[in-house]
């Protein structure tokens, strides 16, 4: 989609959205208005020089690119060098399409058309079965609001064709989240007029590399490919380890959050628009590794991916107790009690195709 300047704007007021929503309404030669994105995606993003002083323009590596709607499947589109930081600009779970409280989800983001993905991204020098450290160094909103909905047959509440009831399901609905201009909170207004308000927490929901043996999985599934986590830990400041399964890994990212709780439970985190600047290589070679590894400043953890829930937990677990066992020098026995006693588990997802669980410890209780 080109930029936005080379039209003009619609005179008709109604078409325009409220100010600070990143869009505005242009007129095709027919006159009937369509949103689309404003120039400060084509543009890039202008960020402060420590080193000058100076503010400098940032061009999101993906600038022109269409984004995807699977892992898998496609030639690389994109290719960075082993630790080079770059920044891509990645939409919400919507395509940046749904911006009124009276928007259909399922209309302008109809399945599979959800969960775009900037990619895939090759990494020079990756061959298939090396392990890669992704790291996300930055995540800046590119929007001043977020969308968050809740939908029928779509929920850990609602029934769906998997898990059916006999109950009424509930409404469509749709709310704007607006961020603060300190970036630490968002508010929205309820059909009743009060505010509600939640802390800003950005994450990516997803990020992913190819799977293995040729498969193409949707956007929205996760797996040991990586995926659609939904986990909140997946942050500004984090190393994820994903195995490679063809050369180059073929990154792929999107989802972004500006606030969500454990478990994903009405359907959608906050959704909102990125700039993220983000880097990749190979990590150190690791026989224990299985399922996709996350750490931060403070902790390690191991990400399973299954349905029933239990069985997600169990595989993050277990792949913990061996992480543990190999960076702190236990035997198993060991490191089962060290994770036991010291452990944190928590849940994604519970509204996936497959659920997520997240085990961590601190580092802390790594050191002899």
């Not at 078409?15 to 369509?34: E, I, L, N, S, Y």
């Not at 090759?122 to 890669?132: K, L, P, Q, T």
């Not at 359907?267 to 931060?296: N, Y």
Request: charged content about 25%; glycine content about 10%; overall charge positive.
């Amino acid at each position: 989609m080109g930029p936005a300047g080379s039209e003009p704007v619609c005179p008709d007021r109604r078409h325009r959205p409220p100010a600070g929503r990143g869009r505005r309404a242009v007129c095709r030669r027919d006159a009937q208005c369509r949103p689309q994105y404003t120039s400060r995606r084509h543009a890039g993003i202008r960020r402060h020089s420590r080193e000058t002083g100076s503010r400098h323009l940032v061009r999101p590596l993906n600038d022109g690119h269409d984004f995807v709607f699977q892992l898998g499947g496609h030639a690389p589109r994109l290719s960075v060098r082993p630790g080079e930081q770059f920044t891509v600009f990645t939409e919400d779970c919507f395509s940046g399409k749904l911006t009124s409280v009276d928007g259909k989800p399922r209309k302008v983001a109809p399945y599979p058309k959800v969960n775009p993905l900037v990619g895939p991204i090759a990494v020079e020098g990756i061959r298939a079965g090396d392990i890669m450290a992704i790291r996300l160094h930055r995540l800046e909103p590119a929007r001043d609001w977020g969308v968050a909905t809740i939908s029928p047959n779509f929920g850990f509440l609602s029934g769906t064709r998997a898990s059916p009831n006999l109950q009424r399901e509930q409404e469509e609905r749709v709310w704007i989240w607006r961020l603060s201009p300190d970036r630490t909170q968002l508010t929205t207004r309820t059909s009743s007029g009060r505010t509600l308000s939640a802390s800003y927490r950005p994450f990516h929901g997803t990020l992913g590399v190819a799977p293995a043996h040729g498969e193409v999985r949707l956007g929205v599934v996760p797996g040991d490919f990586g995926g659609n986590f939904d986990i909140p830990d997946l942050r500004e400041g984090a190393t994820l380890y994903l195995r490679a399964n063809v050369d180059g890994g073929h990154i792929y990212i999107g989802d972004g959050h500006y606030a969500q709780g454990d478990g994903e439970i009405a359907g959608t985190a906050v959704e909102g628009a990125f700039f993220t600047t983000l880097s990749a290589e190979k990590a150190v070679p690791d026989e224990s590794f299985d399922w996709p590894r996350l750490e931060t400043e403070s902790h390690i953890g191991v990400i399973g991916c299954a349905r029933p829930l239990d069985d997600a937990a169990r595989i993050a677990v277990a792949g913990l107790v061996r992480w543990v066992a190999r960076r702190a020098g236990l035997d198993t026995m060991d490191a089962h009690q060290l994770v036991s006693q010291t452990c944190s588990l928590r849940v994604g997802n519970v509204v996936n195709p497959a659920f997520t669980a997240l085990c961590s410890v601190p580092k802390a209780v790594l050191s002899p």
